[in-house]
């Protein structure tokens, strides 16, 4: 018995897309389950959770992710189940933006820019995030496998 999914997913860029969409918009091909896409991205619930927040706040994390290409899983939110970002956001709809470990740095800083830029009086933080490395020529968070930073450039010997 083949597993339903709430979401598909383009076999070419790996975006993810509701239902109702059934051709990527970047790649104009058809969309596939998520298990029919390879190289499976684990569901939410095994994964980090850098934002909770409304559309635009969560297309433009996804934008900047998918620029670096790391990959990410947006998903919607139930409010019951997020009630802090009900008090910042208000009664909208809301979406997760979640990553695996290896996203995680780089998430959160552009999390943080987006808080920073968006809400500057609210003094929004990104979720904790624990001892994270810095690129030393332009200071991005980078995962504790990097070996290239994924804003400037920059290579690191190993």
């Given at each position: 018995m083949?597993?339903?999914y709430d ?5 070419s860029?790996k975006?993810e897309?509701?239902l109702?969409?059934s051709r ?13 896409a390879?190289?499976?991205f684990?569901?939410?619930s ?7 927040g409304?559309?635009p ?12 290409e ?7 939110v139930?409010p019951?189940e997020?009630?802090?970002a009900?008090d ?14 290896s ?5 959160r800083?552009l ?12 003094q ?8 994270v490395?810095s690129?030393?020529?332009c ?7 990097a070996?290239e930073c994924?804003d ?7």
């Open positions: 083949a597993e339903e979401f598909q997913i383009c076999p860029c975006g897309f509701t109702a969409v990527c918009t970047e790649c104009d091909v058809d969309l596939v389950a998520p298990d029919e390879g190289g499976n684990p569901p939410a095994e994964l980090l959770c850098i934002r909770i409304p559309v706040w969560i297309q433009a994390l996804s934008d900047g992710l998918e620029e670096r790391i990959v990410h899983r947006v998903e919607p139930d019951a997020a009630p802090e009900v910042l956001f208000g009664k909208v709809e809301l979406f997760g933006l979640y990553v695996d470990e996203g995680e740095a780089v998430a800083h999390d943080g820019a987006l808080a920073a830029q968006a809400l500057p009086e609210a929004v933080e990104p979720l904790p995030e624990g001892d490395e690129c030393p020529a200071e991005t968070p980078l995962a504790a496998d070996t994924p400037c450039g920059l290579a690191f010997g190993g």
